[in-house]
Nanobody, 122 residues
Framework: QVQLVESGGGLVQAGGSLRLSCAVS????????IGWFRQAPGKEREGVSC??????ITADSVKGRFTISRDNAKNTVYLQMNSLKPEDTGVYYC?????????????????WGKGTLVTVSS
């Protein structure tokens, strides 16, 4: 059974940092594209960053501040978020697409976690 479980969300002041984790089970992480998405209150879900075995993409709104990485041995994908802004507030989801899929946004994802809330205060 495929599962993705996010953790690491919380309340942080503007300018601070958080590291989100996405623990996956039920499939081999190496062969899948894993993406981070977020949904702010009253807004549509948007893609933040994605990593696969051969490529990666990052939204312009977080470039230079957020870094995605993966530890295949731990079956975990991370999102390091630095210089956080109030507009980064939202529920952050990880998602997986594959196997043998390149990065993309909603169109390539098959499985979704339940999300973790990030709140950035001004």
């Amino acid at each position: 059974q495929v599962q993705l479980v996010e953790s690491g969300g919380g309340l942080v002041q503007a300018g601070g940092s958080l590291r989100l984790s996405c623990a996956v089970s039920g499939f081999t992480l190496d062969y899948y594209a894993i993406g981070w998405f977020r949904q702010a209150p009253g807004k549509e879900r948007e893609g933040v960053s994605c990593i696969s075995s051969s490529d990666g993409i990052t939204a312009d709104s977080v470039k230079g501040r957020f870094t995605i990485s993966r530890d295949n041995a731990k079956n975990t994908v991370y999102l390091q978020m630095n210089s956080l802004k109030p507009e980064d507030t939202g529920v952050y989801y990880c998602a997986a697409g594959g196997p043998f899929r390149l990065c993309g946004w909603d169109d390539v994802m098959d499985y979704w976690g339940k999300g973790t809330l990030v709140t950035v205060s001004s």
